[in-house]
């Protein structure tokens, strides 16, 4: 009898399922844009829905994706506006979820610099580090001014975006990120000012999303990945600084100014339902591409997104 007590003990105390194990590719080093994600694996989150997840930061950041597309990880971070065009290029990949819910980019210029309004961009030379999807948001603010791309200089300043723009290599930069690039000029005594992209004629869209090859993923283990960056980011939206401890004391090189700043900044843009997505969302970001040019035709939206757990 006590050998039979003994053994329904052991199975009571068993882990309900074995591990899964998953690999995510980061779209960049370790940062607060990640918070979900690294809080989830911290306060055992990933445990608990069964899953051992590898959190990888890339060595090359335009490589996830692609080796997502390739079957080389479950899942990567990265960005809504260039999964339409790798879509197009014919990469199988589709978006899972969401991590980051709104535009982070932004047209930055100085503070005090002789940028008051969009229309002063005419003859000034831009920053950019990514072309692509730069190109088609530059022509949509610039064309509300009647200027044309050929009448602006676009600079390849290769990552070095606040930088370049401090020390008067360019007039303006786009791609900067509103939660890190104005903190990291204001910590060094510039301040800067962002056009917001989304409020200049830009459909709004998630800056940060989960991407997946849809051919080969496992959407059971996407749908409890998700459950767990869902609870992790209302742990972090009930416990702002608790979370931000926690999140920092994973690495010294996060224990910094920016970081710190940079952590209030992104918390109100965390995915509450990384899981849900909007349809016209999408539908609309796909249309302002192909109007801008960037592509041929238009995708429905089942080739681009999907709510893993609706399946």
């Not at 610099?113 to 003859?123: F, V, Y």
């Not at 849809?214 to 972090?236: N, S």
Request: aromatic letters at 8%; glycine letters at 6%.
């Amino acid at each position: 009898m006590k050998k039979l007590i003994a053994a329904i003990a052991l199975l009571a105390a068993a882990p309900a399922w074995a591990e899964d194990k998953m690999t995510v590719l980061l779209d960049w080093f370790v940062n607060p844009d990640h918070g979900p994600i690294i809080v989830a694996q911290e306060n055992g989150y990933f445990a608990d829905q069964g899953l051992e997840v590898e959190i990888i930061p890339p060595a090359d950041p335009s490589a996830p994706p692609r080796l997502v597309a390739a079957g080389q990880a479950d899942l990567a971070v990265s960005y809504q506006p260039q999964l339409h065009l790798q879509i197009h290029e014919g990469l199988p990949l589709k978006r899972v979820g969401t991590l980051v819910a709104t535009p982070l980019n932004c047209l930055l210029v100085l503070d005090d610099g002789p940028i008051k309004s969009l229309a002063d961009l005419r003859g000034k030379k831009i920053g950019f580090s990514v072309a692509g999807v730069e190109e088609a948001i530059l022509t949509t603010l610039l064309g509300q001014h009647d200027i044309g791309l050929d009448e602006i200089e676009m600079v390849n300043v290769n990552f070095s975006l606040s930088p370049s723009l401090m020390t008067g290599q360019v007039d303006a930069v786009i791609g900067a990120f509103r939660n890190f690039e104005l903190n990291q000029m204001d910590i060094e005594g510039v301040a800067g000012r962002c056009f917001y992209i989304e409020e200049e004629g830009i459909p709004p869209y998630d800056e940060l999303i989960y991407v997946a090859n849809p051919d080969t993923m496992d959407a059971d283990k996407i749908a409890r990945f998700l459950a767990a960056t869902e609870k992790a980011t209302q742990y972090i939206v009930n416990n702002p600084e608790k979370s931000w401890e926690i999140f920092a004391a994973t690495s010294t090189e996060l224990k910094d100014e920016l970081n710190a700043r940079a952590w209030v900044d992104t918390l109100p843009r965390f995915a509450l339902r990384p899981a849900a997505f909007d349809a016209g969302r999408y539908a609309r970001f796909e249309e302002f591409l192909k109007n801008s040019g960037m592509i041929d035709s238009l995708n429905p939206v089942s080739d681009i997104a999907i709510d893993v757990t609706a399946q």
